[in-house]
């Protein structure tokens, strides 16, 4: 649409949830609130947002999508706020499976996408890291990307990125940005996050963007943070 | 083979092209002579080892594939010094056509394997560089592998790097080393020379080997140097 600008701001929100999911809703609407009153008009929370990351946690904080706390709450504040917001991820609940899944919800609060992690994150570093998605949650079935008025959306959860097709299905579907929040580790994340952005970005000529949770020393599984948006050169 | 060294010794020759081919020729006969003396049973070459790199060269320095100076002296050398012997590339004259063309010969002397760069080198950046391969060169067909006592090895030529399907190609044929003989520059060279070597070695889980030619700040085309071997992790 040629009378539209073709920039816009995305911000990406690097909070810190802990284990009570009333204060974490609370703390990633402050955060969404204060990107869109710095003129952010695309915003992004990381990967499960609403809970502690963990195969243990998942199954006590899922919840129904779009019925339930987080995803009304994600409604509401894109609605307020006026942006699109992609969810980061919850634990959802679906029928007698659980996902991580990420919901967008436009500038009127309607939900534009709904993707379920496709690519579990099933890894064993010896005497590293050892972590088993799969345990507890399903893979999701579909890739999902969703339109603005400046361009087409793809979406991804954090070992989603490892996948250079799910990217170049994106690129091929028109997509000019893609949007993974994640939540590396101290293993993965020096190992391949920026890495593995920028070879999306590369690859693909597209934006990147990969919007991590903050790094907390003291949880069961430390995060490596460092959020980054990475152009196509 | 479960009788056979799974561990092997690869060498890149990262020697410096100049406008006498007789002196190319000799010169990388000379280092390879070298890399097999220290122990290397697969050696590499980089792209257009016996030729500066340019469209204005291409046409006086090709050769035919395997009738020529260039890769007779090949076939004999790695019957010679009993490697593997992947001859970077050479422009290729066939029929009316010029090609990017590598070979690769075995211990015994015997070719393997003729790959023809399939992405030509079309770039325009602008204030920075700008070179098209494609004014004077054909593209290749057909992705090219070959077999070693220790694994399948996949080949592509300096640009097919950028592409993370050909990479996946040889991946899903069981290639556990992908060589790319190149000559990125200046401009390249900082931007995506080691992203691209280690994504394709992370993406597909296999060794990759980027060999370049010298850095040569006299010529025409300013390689960037920096040859590399990356592992899957």
């Not at 504040?77 to 980061?88: D, P």
């Not at 959306?153 to 070992?159: A, K, P, R, V």
Request: charged content about 20%; some cysteine.
């Amino acid at each position: 649409m040629a009378t539209k600008a073709q920039k816009f701001r995305l911000a990406l929100v690097q909070c810190l949830p802990g284990s009570n999911k009333v204060k974490n809703l609370q703390r990633a609407a402050e955060m969404v609130r204060e990107a869109a009153s710095n003129g952010a008009q695309v915003v992004s929370l990381p990967e499960c947002f609403n809970s502690p990351y963990g195969t243990r946690y998942f199954p006590e904080y899922c919840e129904p999508v779009p019925d339930g706390d987080s995803t009304r709450m994600l409604s509401e504040l894109a609605k307020e706020t006026k942006t699109y917001l992609i969810g980061g991820s919850i634990p959802e609940k679906y029928q007698d499976k659980i996902y991580n899944t990420c919901s967008v919800f436009g500038p009127d609060g309607n939900q534009l996408a709904l993707y379920r992690k496709l690519h579990l994150f099933d890894i064993d570093v010896p005497g590293k890291i050892k972590f088993t998605e799969s345990d507890v949650l399903s893979p999701g079935q579909t890739p999902q990307t969703f339109d603005t008025e400046w361009c087409k959306f793809g979406l991804g959860i954090c070992y989603d990125a490892r996948f250079p097709e799910l990217a170049g299905l994106y690129r091929n579907r028109g997509c000019k940005v893609l949007v993974y929040p994640g939540a590396f580790n101290m293993t993965t994340g020096p190992a391949h996050w920026e890495l593995l952005a920028r070879a999306r970005s590369v690859d693909c000529q597209v934006y990147t963007a990969f919007c991590s949770v903050a790094r907390d020393e003291s949880a069961t599984y430390v995060a490596w943070g460092h959020s980054l948006i990475v152009s196509p050169w």
